[in-house]
């Protein structure tokens, strides 16, 4: 079952990056973006073949490298490594060898396009840069900034932020300052708003709020007349302190069950397995070895044949809760979809 091989496979590197420091606060959200950019994110795995055609001159990345790869030391750093890329107007990007010297191919490389298609990706470009060179997945960020360009001078757009788990501290808050700033000068530069407000709250159109939905998240949203950088990070933080025992923690625990939901929920949708084949499977193959099975049994304590069994309860649990954040994903990334389209 070639499919199933890979799905393990896969999900097998994932394993192995939750091990490593970088990987140690992984959530749910890192977890799901890993599978979903993989599997179910055709645009996106689109922009990347198109992009290494017009690069490297090939569509599948010219150095293949998975992390638990022997030969991964030297090719690049760990899952969540140091390296660092930043974007620099119209030069595009670089990127630069890791804390402990090690360098990328040909590097450092440089992008001559800006790559604006990976914008609305909710991927950081780092992770999408490894992408297309290595081939390794690509995680949603847990911090969010966007916004639309809207060309009717007319209208203005909203800059949203999405806060979707924890930790969220001072790397991320300087994250979120950088990225409104950027759009607070774009507008005001274009000249498509009115006069600055002052650097306080007095005038300012910005509402936060939690929203509970599956995925739950802290949702910042600041409409004109917009406040000044340093007022919207502040009402970010209140927020973030305000909600943030809402959001999920970083924590393994987050990472074993969301693994063992994503694995046979593709067995099934990919494969074509039963839900009780799949879990066997999963169990069998990986589940039993990572001390996470489902429990194959009825809850009186007898094998379950043709009696829906504990383990198959919960995977229909499970799976309800995966299906609604594959909906939000989808439809959160709708810009994405239709202009990779």
Request: charged share 25%.
């Amino acid at each position: 079952m070639a499919n199933a091989d890979k799905i393990f496979a896969f999900a097998e590197m994932i394993v192995f990056g939750l091990s490593k420091p970088g990987g140690a606060t992984w959530t749910q959200r890192e977890i799901d973006g890993f599978f979903y950019n993989e599997y179910l994110n055709q645009p996106l795995q689109l922009a990347l073949k198109e992009f290494r055609g017009d690069h490297f001159g090939r569509e599948d990345p010219p150095y293949p490298c998975a992390w638990n790869d022997s030969r991964a030391g030297d090719l690049m750093s760990p899952p969540g490594g140091t390296e660092e890329l930043w974007i620099t107007g119209d030069k595009g990007w670089h990127i630069r060898g890791d804390s402990c010297g090690k360098r990328y191919p040909d590097g450092p490389t440089v992008f001559a396009d800006n790559p604006s298609q990976f914008d609305n990706f909710c991927a950081h470009p780092k992770e999408v840069y490894n992408a297309m060179v290595h081939g390794t997945p690509i995680p949603f960020v847990r911090v969010w900034p966007h916004w639309e360009f809207v060309l009717d001078d007319k209208e203005v757009p909203p800059f949203s932020l999405d806060v979707y788990s924890l930790p969220f501290g001072e790397r991320e808050l300087t994250r979120v300052k950088v990225s409104y700033g950027h759009f607070y000068d774009w507008l005001y530069l274009e000249g498509r708003v009115g006069p600055k407000l002052e650097d306080r709250r007095l005038g300012a159109n910005v509402v936060a709020r939690l929203l509970d939905e599956n995925p739950v998240r802290v949702q910042v949203v600041s409409y004109a007349p917009y406040p000044t950088p340093n007022v919207f990070v502040q009402v970010v933080k209140e927020a973030v302190d305000e909600y943030g025992a809402k959001l999920p923690g970083k924590t393994r625990q987050a990472g074993d069950p969301t693994i063992r939901e994503w694995v046979v929920y593709l067995l099934t949708t990919e494969c074509g397995l039963s839900n009780r084949e799949a879990i066997n499977l999963w169990n069998d193959r990986l589940g039993i070895e990572q001390k996470f099975p489902y429990t194959m049994q009825n809850s009186d304590g007898l094998p379950g044949n043709s009696v829906t069994s504990v383990g198959e309860s919960q995977f229909s649990r499970d799976k309800a809760g995966l299906d609604r954040r594959i909906n939000h994903y989808s439809s959160t990334l709708t810009p994405a979809r239709s202009s990779s389209s």
